[in-house]
């Protein structure tokens, strides 16, 4: 059995910070791509971030520049740090991490910003 949790959402105004966290915990063999997703109301899931297990990183096009991911894996943790952050960027996060032979998803976080 495998968890996440998430935490580190919340209210926040344009142009602030904030930062998720994932903790993986459970039977883990393995942990390779480890992700951030996210869903605005009305509007389909969109992949965010994602890092390998290497740290290879990987973002969209609407967070390069103001988005960090990053990773520890002595802690099975995978962060997403939000810098600049815009109104369109409320949505509710959440973390999709590859643990052999499938993948998890967080519960979500919330984040708002407001303008």
């Known amino acids: 059995q495998v968890q996440l949790v998430e935490s580190g959402g919340g209210l926040v105004q344009a142009g602030g910070s904030l930062r998720l966290s994932c903790a993986a915990s459970?039977?883990?063999?393995?942990?390779?791509?480890m992700n951030w997703y996210r869903q605005a109301p009305g509007k389909q899931r969109e992949l965010v971030a994602s890092?390998?297990?290497?740290?290879?990183?990987n973002y969209a096009d609407s967070v390069k520049g103001r988005f960090t991911i990053s990773r520890n894996n002595a802690k099975n943790t995978v962060y997403l740090q939000m810098n600049s952050l815009k109104p369109e960027d409320t949505a509710v996060y959440y973390c999709?991490?590859?643990?052999?032979?499938?993948?998890?998803w967080g519960q979500g976080t919330q984040v708002t910003v407001s303008s």
């Open positions: 459970g039977n883990i063999f393995s942990i390779s791509n």
């Open positions: 890092i390998t297990s290497g740290g290879s990183t």
């Open positions: 999709n991490v590859d643990i052999w032979p499938t993948d998890y």
